[in-house]
């Protein structure tokens, strides 16, 4: 997720457990073939074998419509290691949507079709091409339409978000229209949207029809919730859990990017854990207006004895 789910929480969220695959954050494409280094930057973990810290490997997403960029970019994306290759049908940005990239292409099924029948012909058979989509833009009249796009280009699996870019992130998400994609493609889909919990995951599988799940915004709240999925567990970890790897990502963060994101990067996390945690309200208030790294380290990082002897 951009600007969100970056290497750090990937890292952090990973170690929980649970995880099969991961996605990069998008890389832009426009059109020309982007240097090694931006791949490196978005995705870093590609100078690691590809793999989160944890060992999930993670799977480049890229945005765009140039169909010889997309291409190129994809071998580049194969060649450095990337598990597979996402192309992105689900960005909402006005921007992004603005130069013809992300979920605006969801008006032309065609389109889709040669983004991904020229991703899957820059790379070697065996490696997978994925895409990721919404129900469509304005409305859902072309959603069919799309996934068979998808899965006509060569897609191996695809990911569906199911809302429409009009719909935004509102709730509900509307697992019901996956049952009528997966029943007019042969490809697995991927359910994903507002899956904030293990009874969550049950509903939208038994409504979806599929065991398969992309976890959103539920992930970087609950990070532990693609463990507690497989294993049935319905207890969220508390607090005191939380807090500890709050202290860790700030250690991460700390170390690994530069000092002028140190105090968004925190704040950002930390503006999700309060929606579910309410300790981390009280948090929230201590530090929404803190910019200095070192005022924000002696409120994140409280002595060992603080945190109850359960959670360390
Ligand atoms: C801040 C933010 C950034 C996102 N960036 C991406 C992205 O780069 N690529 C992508 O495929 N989806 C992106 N998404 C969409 C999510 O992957 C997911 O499809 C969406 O949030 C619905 O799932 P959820 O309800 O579980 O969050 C982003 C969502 C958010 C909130």
Redesign the pocket.
């Known amino acids: 997720?951009?600007?969100?789910?970056d290497v750090h929480l990937r890292r952090l969220i990973t170690a929980q457990g649970g995880y099969d695959w991961v996605?990069s954050?998008?890389v832009r494409v426009v059109d020309r073939p982007l240097p090694d280094h931006v791949f490196h930057t978005i995705c870093p973990e590609l100078l690691n074998a590809g793999k989160t810290a944890s060992g999930t490997p993670v799977r480049v997403?890229l945005?765009g419509n140039h169909l010889e960029a997309m291409a190129s970019n994809a071998r580049t994306a194969a060649a450095l290691g990337s598990h597979g290759v996402?192309i992105?049908f689900?960005?909402p940005s006005k921007t992004v949507n603005r130069s013809q990239g992300g979920a605006i292409l969801l008006r032309e099924p065609e389109s889709l079709f040669r983004v991904v029948e020229a991703v899957r012909n820059a790379l070697p058979a065996d490696m997978t091409v994925s895409a990721?989509m919404r129900l469509g833009f304005d409305d859902t009249r072309l959603m069919l339409d799309n996934a068979a796009a998808i899965e006509a280009g060569g897609a191996c699996e695809m990911?569906v978000?199911a809302?429409t870019r009009a719909q935004g992130?509102a709730p509900p998400?509307h697992w019901d229209e996956l049952a009528r994609i997966r029943s007019h493609v042969q490809i697995p889909v991927i359910a994903?949207?507002?899956?904030?919990s293990v009874a969550d995951y049950h509903r939208c599988s038994a409504i979806a029809g599929t065991q398969d799940v992309?976890?959103?915004?539920?992930?970087v709240r609950h990070p532990d919730l693609a463990r507690r999925i497989r294993s049935d567990d319905h207890a969220t970890a508390d607090w005191a859990a939380t807090r500890l790897l709050l202290m860790e990502f700030w250690a991460d963060i700390r170390t690994g990017m530069p000092r002028k994101h140190h105090t968004g990067r925190v704040k950002q996390w930390v503006n999700h854990l309060r929606q579910v945690h309410p300790p981390a309200e009280t948090l929230w208030r201590e530090i929404r207006t803190i910019q200095c790294p070192d005022a924000m380290d002696q409120i994140i990082r409280p002595s060992l004895h603080d945190v109850p002897k359960s959670a360390r």
Do not use: S
């Open positions: 997720m951009e600007g969100l789910a996605v954050e998008f997403q945005l996402d992105n689900g960005c990721k990911t978000h809302r992130y998400a994903n949207g507002d899956i904030w992309m976890l959103g915004r539920g992930a």
